[in-house]
């Protein structure tokens, strides 16, 4: 069983910036990883993934431009980074991990979840 722990959110005006972290109990260079977003009355939704080596990304079209998804497997952390910061990204933010290869937008591919971190961008 691997435990994500997710780090970083809070409050930010429009504009600004924000950075989530992801740390896993296991070894994260096992994983793809993802992070999804879910605000109230809403589904849960791909906001961006990134290949166990990192070579590959993937963005959501709302975020592409503005949030950048890095890892470091050797401090077995994967971070997103949120720029430009809208009130449309209001929300509560989850960290994912899925065994196999190829970074998916499905939620119901990831297998392991973090407990989420919110995140709250005032106008």
């Known amino acids: 069983q691997v435990q994500l722990v997710e780090s970083g959110g809070g409050l930010v005006q429009a504009g600004g910036s924000l950075r989530l972290s992801c740390t896993p109990s296991g070894r994260i260079s096992m994983y793809t990883m993802g992070w999804f977003r879910q605000a109230p009355g809403k589904e849960r939704e791909f906001v961006a993934g990134i290949s166990r080596g990192g070579g590959t990304t993937s963005y959501a079209d709302s975020v592409k431009g503005r949030f950048t998804i890095s890892r470091d497997n050797a401090k077995n952390m994967v971070t997103l980074q949120m720029n430009s910061l809208i009130p449309g990204d209001t929300a509560v933010y989850y960290c994912?991990?899925?065994?196999?290869?190829?970074?998916?937008?499905?939620?119901?591919?990831?297998?392991?979840w973090g407990q989420g971190t919110q995140v709250t961008v005032s106008s």
């Open positions: 994912a991990a899925r065994s196999s290869l190829g970074v998916v937008p499905s939620s119901s591919s990831y297998t392991y």
